[in-house]
């Protein structure tokens, strides 16, 4: 069932690095929390999930503009930052 | 010592306060003595600002004095878990990554406590990000249960059960995503209550599995812990999912004595200790002796509730927890470099391993070609799941069993099996699952370790669920007890 | 510009963001707009920070109802918000909340007029598909400052309809007629305002090439975050000529996404399919799934201005507007209500309105320094109208009706109180001017013109108009100087 687990791609995907005994660890145990699932691969489940709730319109804001944080609360909060902005590493063009 | 403060009931000393026999300072004075004194031996609080909370119960007592008091809970401190902002404290979810942050914004139940005139009090010691059921995870200390301190207290909200079970403070906040609520009342010997989904506002409360998290009131008594769940009940435009209180009552109501309690068929196999079985049955006893009707119920897919629970709670948590990156707020790495490095440096320093695991696993379940076997297929179990409780619970008033298979474990005894950890939700997970109500009450000791058991109702029957608790709690020792410290 | 051979033919797609006319954002209460301090305009919500929550803006999703109206398409009866997870730092929560599965507008056409061989010959027109539009969230902006780059949050959270087209264009032509439609519509219909110097309107362009007649379409490659429609077009142009030119000399095309640099008018390559995002797309829990009501759906088809082109066609063939004045008062629906409102008053000729209202009145409402919005116009269309109708009466000439636009213009004041105040009515007093007639054509200076005239040259007779004017201080009307002129003329 967990064939085709690759740890280096989830890694990169979930932007954690590992060293290589956490992702031998990680690796066994996320193959037999897996393993452990194979009751859920072999259930007899309804063709669709439904029972999430709906809402109707009622529950949406109304388009009033309410109160900000303010530039000034929002660098104190930052790691870095410069002129009101947050700062980062230079981003270059699409990196993600 | 009958009479110190740190033993008395939040309704007790709401009494005293509104009588002017007790000021919220001298309460306060005397719980922080308390904390300074105690709470280093197992690390129920990681943050308490004394002068703050000195300054809320002059508030306090000046409100009273003016005539403007706030109704019961007026004067009275709550503890806080470290997962529900309040502005201008602490918002750590005793993780690395959150350790720089101080709230600039309170939370729904933040506001509702204020509006209340309780004492917001101190943060919580829990699970980092909620992700537990020990308070082993916690990046700062690790609690310890005050009943024995080699043993964990439970989690996530281990810090709040802890500290009601060592009189730091007479109510507290958790949060519970698949039993973090329950299960730490349960190992404490407290009374712990995880509201409908949608009852209490979800904002303000760090998000572990948004469709499960819900926050929900702790203390010694089912009396005191319906008190705090009604100051938190009310609707709230700022949660999408939130559809506040119903007209019905929050409060123990109706009699319970007419309850019929449905017991699932075989739940003492799930690797139930013999004492957690004696004490539990001896409560399905107690309730068969005063008149309730108890029957077995099926519940055919309860072995399907852990593996969905793990992957729908991961799954959202791998997402929830994508904001957490060194950018806007929190831990940024010192390693420099492109921001891919910059953010991955940070969240690889700042989250601990349970983190990391349940991040990896949920990113696993949503990946591309593996959705549809994991992610998808734990919908349509919930689904199923859900169908079946409302479906049990059209012919029961509340469904009975412990709240945990065990009790209390030792510190360390399961850190290196994860799967063994996740399966001591196994009763607590469906309510989640389901967004029911369902309430731990204490029921017996193990030893020196308190056990509770577990009562679920349909959709906002909390005040049924308070009833029967109350109910059982009039007839036994188990109100108001705590930890010999 | 490069032409495509006529043996290849291009196919084009459109994803089109347009910025929603809101005043708060899509999920958070916070206020957005063009030129604040930068972070100003963010709160907890739209920082991502810890507990936050997303409430939808009404407003947004009946602004993205009303669209769906305009182009026909059906709105469904429910729609959801997913999430996008990818980490980027301008995105706060690195997942950006946006429709897969259960968008907001399903369907829906837009009709396109491609430009004509000339000005006043209107060109072909086409209808154009629109598969889908979804409501979602922008992100913050970047910029780069010396070694590192600073984030702006201001426009995070700014409500985003994304509007995906069919792979129905086939020319860059056509790509920048649906642009220019489509923005037509979104801001007549006061659904967005397309601003495109303030980033309101940013395109996603796919574009494949075939040989003509092919029935599958070519591997494509999506050229992102155009922000002009002059860049589509040149995107377009260049990406068509870059894969003719790669399948011409026998290589395939990479399903690529791409960039534009717009200064170098240069496409690149920004990453390849194996690059391609696993964005992990699942229901957001925070927002539980919409149902619209009917009833909404009905009060905000009232809100459906008529189409454009709809009106362009009534304009031609009811009121027998020339091409060039129809397709100019249609393409602001203010300056169209505005001209209707002005024919309303005098209905006997909308021509002669049209041409005031398209020709001057729009050219002395944007000359003005600063120019002045037809909504602050300092004259009436009531009054144009009357304007028009003393022309159209003969108490002024069409000349004289130029210096009384003018002076209405300048004074806000009614025509016929211009025209008496300057004495301006023209003298029909036909025994009067007969008179001044008679001892102009007396006067031996003008014998030769006369003389000219009788033996058959027409056009004589204008020499003798000038004096008369010239006698009447412009007051004669100039049809009857003619008539009477031409009768003593004999
Ligand atoms: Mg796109
Ligand atoms: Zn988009």
Same mark, same amino acid.
């Given at each position: ?9 989830? *890694?990169?995907? *979930? ?33 669709? *999930? ?20 303010? *530039? ?25 | ?82 997962? /529900? ?47 537990? $059921? ?37 109510? %507290? ?36 599995? $948004? ?61 139930? %200790? ?19 009707? /108890? ?82 297929? %734990? ?99 188990? %109100? ?6 | ?26 999920? =958070? ?22 507990? +936050? ?118 020319? =860059? ?13 979104? +801001? ?30 070519? +591997? ?63 229901? &957001? ?78 050219? &002395? ?10 909504? =602050? ?65 007396? &006067? ?47």
């Amino acid at each position: 069932m967990a064939e085709g687990f690759d740890i280096d791609h989830l *890694a990169k995907l *979930a932007r954690l690095s590992l060293t290589a005994e956490e992702k031998a660890l990680y690796a066994s145990q996320l193959g037999q929390i897996l393993g452990h699932f194979q009751t859920l691969a072999q259930a007899d489940l309804p063709a669709t *999930a439904d029972g999430a709730r709906v809402v109707d319109e009622s529950v949406l804001r109304s388009d009033e503009p309410g109160p900000i944080l303010g *530039a000034e609360v929002v660098t104190r909060i930052a790691p870095a930052s410069r002129d009101g902005q947050i700062a980062v590493p230079r981003v270059v063009d699409d990196e993600s | 010592m009958a009479d110190a403060l740190h033993e008395l009931s939040a309704a007790e000393l709401g009494r005293r306060l509104a009588s002017g026999a007790l000021a919220s300072r001298a309460l306060c004075e005397a719980l922080i003595a308390r904390h300074q004194a105690i709470n280093d031996k197992f690390g129920a609080f990681t943050h308490l600002d004394e002068a703050d909370v000195l300054a809320q119960a002059d508030a306090s007592d000046a409100r009273r004095k003016a005539g403007q008091g706030r109704g019961p809970l007026e004067g009275i401190p709550v503890g806080i878990k470290d997962n /529900v902002a309040v502005k201008g404290q602490p918002l750590t979810c005793s993780s690395k990554m959150l350790a720089p942050l101080v709230s600039p914004y309170d939370s729904h139940v933040a506001e509702r406590l204020r509006a209340a005139g309780a004492i917001l009090f101190g943060r919580l010691n829990m699970d980092e990000f909620a992700m537990g $059921s020990s308070t082993e995870n916690s990046a700062f200390r690790k609690a310890f249960n005050p009943w024995d301190l080699e043993r964990i207290p439970g989690g996530s909200s281990g810090g709040s059960a802890a500290a009601l079970a060592a009189g730091l403070v007479p109510l %507290a906040l958790g949060s519970d995503t698949g039993g973090s609520i329950r299960q730490p009342a349960s190992h404490c010997g407290v009374v712990g209550l995880k509201p409908t989904y949608g009852l209490i506002s979800r904002f303000g409360l760090v998000a572990f599995a $948004s469709s499960l998290d819900q926050i929900g009131p702790m203390a010694r008594s089912v009396e005191d812990c319906a008190l705090l769940l009604d100051a938190l009940a009310s609707a709230d435009a700022r949660d999408m999912t939130c559809f506040g209180p119903s007209d019905r009552a929050l409060t123990p109501a109706g009699d319970a004595r007419k309850l019929r309690i449905g017991v699932p068929k075989g739940f003492l196999g799930k690797g139930v %200790a013999p004492e957690v079985a004696t004490a539990v049955n001896a409560a399905v006893e107690f309730y068969r002796s005063q008149g309730c009707a /108890v029957s077995e119920v099926e519940l055919p897919s309860a072995d399907l509730a852990v593996p969905t629970y793990y992957v729908v709670a991961t799954a959202e948590a791998s997402s929830n927890l994508g904001r957490y990156d060194g950018v806007r707020y929190g831990h940024r790495s010192a390693v420099s470099g492109t921001p891919v490095e910059m953010m991955t440096a940070s969240r690889s320093e700042g989250f601990g391993p349970e983190v990391k695991r349940r991040i990896l696993l949920g990113t696993f379940v949503l990946s591309a070609g593996y959705a549809d076997a994991y992610y998808v297929r %734990a919908l349509r179990a919930r689904a199923k799941i859900r169908a079946e409780y409302l479906a049990a619970l059209a012919g029961v008033d509340v469904l009975l069993t412990p709240t945990v298979p065990t009790p209390a474990f030792k510190v360390g005894e399961k850190a290196a099996d994860p799967l063994q950890l996740y399966l001591e939700d196994v009763f607590t997970i469906p309510a989640n699952l389901a967004g029911l109500p369902a309430i731990s009450v204490p029921c017996g000791k193990s030893g020196r370790l308190p056990v509770g058991f577990h009562l679920v109702g349909a959709p906002l029957s909390e005040s049924k669920l308070l009833a029967a608790g109350r109910l059982f709690e009039d007839a036994h020792g188990y %109100a108001h007890q705590q930890a010999p410290l | 510009m490069s032409q495509v051979p006529s043996d290849w033919e291009v196919v084009i797609g459109l994803e089109v963001h347009v910025q929603l006319r809101t005043r708060a954002k899509v999920f =958070a209460s916070s206020p957005w707009g063009f030129g604040q301090e930068p972070n100003a305009q963010v709160d907890p919500v739209v920082l991502g920070l810890p507990g +936050t929550l997303p409430v939808v803006n009404r407003e947004a999703v009946e602004k993205a109802v009303l669209f769906g109206l305009v182009v026909g398409a059906e709105i469904p009866e429910r729609c959801a918000w997913d999430r996008k997870n990818y980490f980027y730092p301008d995105n706060p929560k690195n997942y950006q909340l946006t429709q897969k599965d259960f968008p907001v507008v399903v369907g829906g056409r837009v009709e396109i007029e491609l430009p004509g061989p000339s000005r006043n010959v209107m060109g072909e027109h086409k209808s154009v598909r629109i598969h889908h539009a979804h409501l979602e969230e922008d992100v913050g902006k970047l910029s780069h400052a010396g070694g590192g780059s600073l984030i702006d949050y201001n426009r995070a959270g700014v409500p985003l309809l994304e509007i995906v087209t069919e792979p129905d264009l086939r020319s =860059a032509a056509e790509a920048e007629a649906f642009l220019r439609s489509l923005v037509a519509m979104l +801001t007549q219909a006061g659904v967005a305002d397309c601003d495109m110097e303030k980033g309101q309107l940013r395109c996603d362009c796919n574009v494949s090439v075939r040989r003509r007649g092919d029935a599958q379409l070519g +591997t494509r490659t999506e050229t992102k975050n155009l922000n002009s429609i002059s860049s589509v077009r040149d995107t377009v142009i260049y990406e068509a000529a870059r894969q003719i030119r790669e399948l011409g000399a026998g290589r395939s095309i990479a399903q690529e996404t791409r960039g534009w640099n717009a200064e170098l008018a240069r496409g690149y390559v920004l990453r390849d399919k194996e690059d391609a995002h696993d964005y992990r797309y699942f229901p &957001d829990p925070d927002i539980p799934a919409l149902k619209i009501s009917r009833e909404t759906v009905a009060r905000l088809a009232k809100q459906v201005p008529e189409n454009l082109y709809d009106r362009q066609r009534r304009y031609v063939e009811k009121l027998g507007l020339p091409y060039t004045a129809a397709s100019v008062l249609v393409a602001d629906r203010v300056l169209a209500e505005w001209f209707e409102a002005a024919v309303a008053a005098h209905p006997a000729n909308p021509s002669g309105v049209a041409n005031l209202v398209a020709n001057d009145l729009l050219r &002395d409402l944007t000359a003005a320094v600063p120019p002045i919005p037809l909504s =602050a116009c300092p004259i009436r269309p009531a009054s144009l109208a009357g304007l028009v109708k003393l022309t159209d009466e003969g108490v002024i000439s069409k000349q004289q009706a130029k210096e009384v636009f003018t002076e209405m213009f300048n004074t806000g004041q009614e025509a016929a109180a211009i025209v008496d105040a300057k004495g301006l009515r023209q003298n029909s007093d036909t025994g009067e001017l007969e008179k001044i007639i008679r001892e102009v054509v007396a &006067d031996p200076s003008v014998a030769k013109s006369i003389a000219e005239y009788r033996a058959g040259n027409e056009k004589a007779i204008n020499a003798l108009k000038g004096p008369i004017m010239k006698r009447t201080q412009g007051k004669a009307n100039p049809g009857l100087v003619d008539q009477l002129l031409r009768r003593i003329l004999g």
